[in-house]
């Protein structure tokens, strides 16, 4: 395990990221550039002698090692006994990556192939149905089944250029009854994606979805495919094999958007695009595969959010898109970050002796500004916060607008970086005619402590090569952290109790069985419910 003391020593006395910057070469020196990508992460309180404890935090707990490992198809999800190979969905390369004596890549290039060939059949019309050419494509999944697909079209939309998609996730009613009313039954494509087959939400829906299209469809089945790795069971559900994509156990719900589950985002943009998506994804494994540590993107984000976690005690990190389209990115994140390295014991099953990954929130700016920065900037919590921001925008005569976001953007960092100090907040006070102590007191509202932390991703323009950089440094962060932190990134036991107990609930709040065995507060929430809906 980790020993973060040194560096927690070191956050304590750290000077202010205003103070850090009496390095002249600090701008230059804690940022790198990389295949269009600029990652700046000079306005924090990390200096060399800390970063050089944080790289050293990659030998210790033998990061290399394990990226091999995983890159290699090593079982490293040792509690599900699975190799880690969403990689393998992006690989471009022509050689085989062997797991269990077989190599995966010929039926993820021949998935690949039937995906586009499919997908262009709907799009060029083609695959029709009942009624004509596909206009609605309904994804119905949840979790890494809904969140990947959702984030990437909406990222995506100048490049949208084939039927509508819409997104069916939760079990409440009203997110189906919602698509359905704005879907013609007759000219609707329906994908059901779930990695298992099983999931309640996903079933439930999919049965929703098919009785809606059997009152004007006679065959609901021909308008239907399945994104799942349980062949039998989408076959049980009356879904053509030959429209069913399959991909393997080797990858995690929450990483699937790089192969079937990404249909309908193939779909929305085309096979060409989805294919720069996928060449973003593996141009950013090779660079984390090869180059140096302290050059290597994904590892130095996963050091500056280890230090605000672990070495700082900040238990939040905010992800704030400058970019709209990117509005379901931080949703995404949660996911991905959250359910990887939300963990409590480590590797070996002991309870960890530090925290695991922090809580991961954000929302597009300029919107996030106008709701919840006042407590980024004046609060008494510290959140470190992640800008992203596209040099240039998808509709030229914009540029314009493009630049006040830019300008917001840096404006944010600079502002929690610098603050704000008394003197400054009594001039401004006393320009409103303020004296006396009533000065003092309005001074005081003004004051911004500063020496807030950021780091910003600055991109040339959100294309889907660039969206697969993000989307895979990403996933590549969270590795490397839940690699140090010493835990398994890749299960999720964490979800399985609710489920159970939502089973187990379902007659009692149905009124098929008493519930008198529930504890009191559930039994008085279940008493409320019942009588309210009756
Ligand atoms: O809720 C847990 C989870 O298993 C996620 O990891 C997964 O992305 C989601 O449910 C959906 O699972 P499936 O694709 O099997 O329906």
Redesign the pocket.
Known sequence: MIDFKQLQDRAAVAKPIVAQFDDAARAADFSLTHDGLLFDYSKTTIDRPSRDILLGLLDTASVAQKREAMFTGQPINETEGRAVLHTALRNMDAGPIIVDGEDVMSGIRETLARMEAFAASVRDGSFTGAGGSITDVINI?????DLGPVMAVRALSPYHDGPRCHFVSNIDPGDVAEVLKRCDPTRTLVIV???????IE?ITNAETVRDWMAASVADPAAQFAAISSDLDKTAAFGIPADRVFGFGSYV???YSVWGPIGLSVMLAVGPAHFRAFLAGGAAMDSHFRSAPWDQNLPALLALVGLWHSHACGYATRAVLPYDNRLGRLPAYLQ?LEM?SNGKGVGMDGIALPYHSGAVVWGEPGTNGQHAFYQLIHQGTRVIPCEFMIAARAHEPDLQHQQELLIANCLAQSKALMQGRDLDAARKIAATKGFTGPELDRQAAHRVFQGNRPSVTLAYEMLTPYVLGQIVALYEHRVFVEGAILGINSFD?WG?ELGKELATQLQPVVDGTATAAGQDASTQALVGFLRSAGA
């Open positions: 999944g949840i979790g890494g089944s994606s779930s990695k298992t087959f099983t999931t996903t995690g719900g929450r996911q359910e999720q979800v």
